[in-house]
């Protein structure tokens, strides 16, 4: 996987873009499939690094997997059969790994010690320490973040508040709320995803402004057969590229089409984009559809974003930004702090590429104001090693007036292993190069 590539700038893309399968969805998978009883069969698990630092995670607790065909095979030991690991569980990159992990782990009869990469080890871990301490798990943290060091303890169950919307903190919450002595309920302050909801079976619910979700230890966990949809937050690079270029159509089929996730489609909607769903319906608990985006016809104009839509788009920021930053009036994005505390600071990093590129943004501390329509042009930018802002700076090098040099490429393993070639394939080829 090359670690500096080259994007020329395009006038005209079609085609059929394959989708990776949903990150977010598989990791839920893997990890419920683990703790129930039985064999379950996953059906698509993605390639990519992040699930496959959830799988490494498992098969290190003694969860066996096979893979035959487009199917993983995970014979699932129960809630107490985890057995302890030889040595530290290592999570990559993958802060769902690690959170929901931390959920499950605080809850067995052994230690274990959990680790990332120097980016997941400056993440915020205290957000889910405290809620599980409260439990009555015994927790260490470095200065609030990794190597998490977990003694495994008998749990109660307990009702807490999120202070802000997080479906990785909630997860864990529940996740650890399975093991508990009693019933444990999560309240959170605006819609974050809900597929832990979803895959459990729990109900929300909706107390104006407040929603709480609770969940009942001795719920049955059978095993199943799971279906991972195509991911939409893999989708959302190829939307705006398809809103971007001045000819273009794209499709993408069976794409996930929660709306806990899917709000950039209204945005970019909003924006003018021409984007059509068709062939909706629900597969394993989750509603996909096919996707279809055409250039639109007199090009994209600003939106502003901000509120309880943010964490129903929390991945799709940089690449909104890149939209907005080809879009005609002033975009400002605000009310996402979180954004900070991601793979990167990607609220600094997307301000970074795109002032790079000829935009015009400004910081703010929980947004970005970006003034449209000016041209990008072609620059050297470096993806810091998070895959959303390699992806995003290679869509905007796509309406550049040169090439675009992206260096850390390679990170895109994380979510989208076969993006190079996705993007080059839309051009007819030859638009994506890296040095020999
Ligand atoms: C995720 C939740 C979000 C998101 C992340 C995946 C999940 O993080 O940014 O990419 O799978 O639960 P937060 O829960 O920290 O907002």
Same mark, same amino acid.
């Given at each position: 996987?090359?670690?500096?590539?080259?994007?020329?700038?395009?006038?005209?893309?079609?085609?059929?873009?394959?989708?990776?399968?949903?990150?977010?969805?598989?990791?839920?998978? @893997?990890?419920?499939?683990?703790?129930?009883?039985?064999?379950?069969?996953?059906?698509?698990?993605?390639?990519?690094?992040?699930?496959?630092?959830?799988?490494?995670?498992?098969?290190?607790?003694?969860?066996?997997? %096979?893979?035959?065909?487009?199917?993983?095979?995970?014979?699932?030991?129960?809630?107490?059969?985890?057995? @302890?690991?030889?040595?530290?569980?290592?999570?990559?990159?993958?802060?769902?790994?690690?959170?929901?992990? +931390?959920?499950?782990?605080?809850?067995?009869?052994?230690?274990?010690?959990?680790?990332?990469?120097?980016?997941?080890?400056?993440?915020?871990?205290?957000?889910?320490?405290?809620?599980?301490?409260?439990?009555?798990?015994?927790?260490?943290?470095?200065?609030?973040? +990794?190597?998490?060091?977990?003694?495994?303890?008998?749990?109660?169950?307990?009702?807490?508040?999120?202070?802000?919307?997080?479906?990785?903190?909630?997860?864990?919450?529940?996740?650890?709320?399975?093991?508990?002595?009693?019933?444990?309920?999560?309240?959170?302050?605006?819609?974050?995803?809900?597929?832990?909801?979803?895959?459990?079976?729990?109900?929300?619910?909706?107390?104006?402004? %407040?929603?709480?979700?609770?969940?009942?230890?001795?719920?049955?966990?059978?095993?199943?057969?799971?279906?991972?949809?195509?991911?939409?937050?893999?989708?959302?690079?190829?939307?705006?590229?398809?809103?971007?270029?001045?000819?273009?159509?794209?499709?993408?089929?069976?794409?996930?089409?929660?709306?806990?996730?899917?709000?950039?489609?209204?945005?970019?909607?909003?924006?003018?984009?021409?984007?059509?769903?068709?062939?909706?319906?629900?597969?394993?608990?989750?509603?996909?559809?096919?996707?279809?985006?055409? @250039?639109?016809?007199?090009?994209?104009?600003?939106?502003?974003?901000?509120?309880?839509?943010?964490?129903?788009?929390?991945?799709?920021?940089?690449?909104?930004?890149?939209?907005?930053?080809?879009?005609?009036?002033?975009?400002?994005?605000?009310?996402?702090?979180?954004?900070?505390?991601?793979?990167?600071?990607?609220?600094?990093?997307?301000?970074?590429?795109?002032?790079?590129?000829?935009?015009?943004?400004?910081?703010?501390?929980?947004?970005?104001?970006?003034?449209?329509?000016?041209?990008?042009?072609?620059?050297?930018?470096?993806?810091?090693?998070?895959?959303?802002?390699?992806?995003?700076?290679?869509?905007?090098?796509?309406?550049?007036?040169?090439?675009?040099?992206?260096?850390?490429?390679?990170?895109?393993?994380?979510?989208?292993?076969?993006?190079?070639?996705?993007?080059?394939?839309? @051009?007819?080829?030859?638009?994506?190069?890296?040095?020999?």
């Amino acid at each position: 996987m090359p670690s500096i590539v080259t994007v020329e700038p395009v006038v005209a893309i079609a085609g059929r873009i394959t989708i990776p399968p949903d990150k977010s969805i598989a990791h839920r998978a @893997a990890i419920l499939a683990a703790l129930s009883e039985g064999e379950n069969q996953i059906v698509g698990y993605p390639d990519a690094a992040d699930p496959q630092s959830t799988l490494a995670v498992l098969g290190a607790l003694g969860v066996e997997v %096979e893979e035959r065909e487009d199917s993983l095979f995970v014979q699932g030991v129960g809630r107490q059969g985890l057995r @302890a690991s030889d040595g530290p569980l290592d999570c990559g990159n993958s802060g769902t790994t690690m959170r929901l992990m +931390a959920g499950v782990l605080a809850g067995q009869s052994f230690p274990s010690a959990l680790i990332g990469d120097d980016s997941l080890s400056q993440r915020p871990m205290e957000r889910i320490a405290e809620p599980l301490r409260r439990m009555g798990a015994s927790i260490e943290l470095d200065d609030g973040h +990794a190597p998490i060091r977990i003694q495994g303890n008998s749990l109660s169950g307990i009702t807490y508040t999120l202070p802000t919307a997080s479906a990785q903190v909630k997860s864990c919450i529940l996740l650890a709320g399975l093991m508990a002595d009693g019933p444990t309920t999560v309240i959170e302050p605006s819609p974050s995803r809900d597929h832990t909801e979803r895959m459990l079976g729990l109900t929300t619910l909706d107390l104006g402004g %407040e929603r709480r979700i609770a969940i009942d230890p001795a719920m049955d966990l059978p095993p199943r057969i799971w279906i991972v949809p195509r991911d939409f937050s893999a989708a959302a690079f190829f939307l705006v590229a398809g809103s971007i270029v001045p000819t273009a159509t794209l499709v993408m089929r069976q794409v996930g089409l929660n709306p806990s996730r899917a709000a950039l489609l209204d945005v970019l909607s909003a924006m003018g984009a021409r984007i059509e769903v068709t062939n909706e319906r629900t597969r394993a608990y989750e509603p996909i559809g096919d996707i279809r985006v055409n @250039a639109p016809e007199s090009g994209l104009h600003a939106v502003d974003v901000a509120g309880d839509l943010i964490p129903n788009l929390i991945d799709e920021i940089p690449i909104l930004a890149v939209a907005a930053a080809c879009a005609e009036g002033t975009t400002t994005i605000r009310d996402a702090a979180e954004l900070r505390v991601k793979e990167t600071d990607r609220l600094a990093a997307t301000a970074q590429f795109l002032r790079a590129m000829g935009a015009q943004v400004e910081e703010l501390d929980d947004g970005l104001v970006i003034e449209g329509g000016r041209p990008l042009q072609g620059a050297t930018v470096d993806s810091q090693g998070d895959h959303r802002i390699a992806m995003a700076e290679a869509v905007a090098a796509l309406t550049a007036s040169g090439p675009t040099t992206i260096h850390n490429a390679d990170c895109i393993e994380v979510s989208f292993p076969t993006f190079w070639e996705e993007l080059d394939g839309m @051009a007819g080829g030859g638009i994506v190069s890296s040095p020999a």
